[in-house]
């Protein structure tokens, strides 16, 4: 069975990569594997029927026979554990390579949201001049330790995985901010990521869907 995920149908990105269907996406062709995308609307995610799926209202959705999973996180790793080629055999290094996942999107992508925030949507608050720059040191903040721990390393374990597909696709977010720069090893980190064949295939996925939409 071939399992389906749900994307947007207009995404807020442009076409840029950044809606988090691109993450599964990537996920998918990192292993090889078929997979459908269902396309829904702004009003739809707060329907009964994707409220079903996606208790938050968001996506991407995953469905597979019985199975439903939402969160990245969770349906990567799914992936992950069901395909290889996401997770090493080792199951000490595999182990470090979930922590790596978490630590994409529980310490290092909270304080990128938080900027994006700010750069977006409390641009014309009249206290946002004063709090940006103390946002942007909180980014600074989980990028400096990370780098340390990346080091000349192409990759944060030992070989390519879904710790660094997770942790690349965080990072992305932080291109037009220029940050990551800041970081010569993090920005050749994140350009390694999106060499990839793999993830040129989902970026190329996700902006045709958005353009035969618009």
């Known amino acids: ?20 269907d691109t993450r599964v996406r990537w996920a998918f062709e990192e292993v090889g594997q078929p997979y459908e995308v269902r396309p829904v609307s702004m009003q739809a995610m707060k329907e009964p029927a994707h409220l079903a799926l996606h ?13 439903v999973l939402f969160e990245t996180g969770s349906i990567v790793l799914h992936i992950a554990q069901r395909h290889k080629g996401l997770l090493p055999d080792d199951g000490d290094a595999r182990a470090r390579a979930i922590t790596w996942m978490f630590a ?23 206290w946002n001049k004063e709090r940006l720059p103390l946002v942007e040191d909180r980014v600074r903040e989980r990028l400096g330790p990370l780098s340390d721990r990346l080091g000349n390393a192409d990759w944060l374990d030992g ?8 942790m690349v696709s965080v990072l992305i977010r932080l ?18 990521g999106e060499a990839r064949p793999a993830y040129k295939r989902a970026y190329a996925a996700q902006a045709a869907a958005f353009k035969g939409d618009a």
């Open 1 to 20: 069975m071939i399992p389906t995920i749900t994307a947007f149908d207009r995404s807020p990105d442009g076409g840029k990569g950044l809606a988090r």
């Open 55 to 67: 208790p938050f209202g968001q996506i991407p959705t995953y469905e597979e026979g019985d199975l």
């Open 104 to 126: 994409a999107v529980n310490t290092v992508e909270p304080p990128i949201l938080e900027l994006t925030n700010a750069r977006l949507l409390e641009r014309d608050k009249p």
């Open 159 to 166: 070989a390519f995985s879904a710790g660094d597909l997770m």
């Open 175 to 192: 291109k037009r901010s220029g940050i990551v720069d800041e970081y010569p090893n993090l920005s050749a980190y994140v350009a390694r």
